[in-house]
């Protein structure tokens, strides 16, 4: 199970960190990504963290402002997002899966089985 935590309103250019917590299974085997889901938009990949390669993997929409993260003691994953722009807004998902996602399917959200109920973060002034 994923709970998702940590959404709010933030102004443009300004900072936020959105965290996903689980349970019944520890983190340091699990594939963990974040999707995100913008009013009238579909669903759309943001970042994915491997454990099987020890690699990340970003849409480029968010790379080099956006940086995915584990704590795997407290069985925890983090989205720190930065230098936020109002088309950032929307219900951000984490999502895992226990198998190591080859690097062509891991931006598929249908590869992941486990999902978080989502946490709303919007950017406006």
């Known amino acids: 199970q994923l709970q998702a935590s940590g959404g709010g309103r933030v102004q443009p250019g300004g900072s936020l960190r959105v965290s996903c917590a689980a349970s019944?299974?520890?983190?340091?085997?699990?594939?963990v990504a974040w999707f995100r889901q913008a009013p009238g938009k579909e669903r759309e990949f943001v970042t994915a963290d491997r454990w099987s390669h020890r690699d990340r993997y970003y849409a480029d929409s968010v790379k080099g402002r956006f940086t995915i993260s584990r704590d795997n003691a407290k069985n925890t994953v983090y989205l720190q997002m930065n230098s936020l722009r109002p088309e950032d807004t929307a219900v951000y998902y984490c999502?895992?899966?226990?198998?190591?996602?080859?690097?062509?399917?891991?931006?598929?959200?249908?590869?992941?089985?486990?999902w978080g109920q989502g946490t709303l973060v919007t950017v406006s002034s």
């Open positions: 019944g299974r520890s983190t340091s085997t699990l594939t």
């Open positions: 999502a895992a899966s226990p198998r190591g996602i080859i690097t062509s399917q891991v931006r598929r959200a249908d590869n992941y089985e486990y």
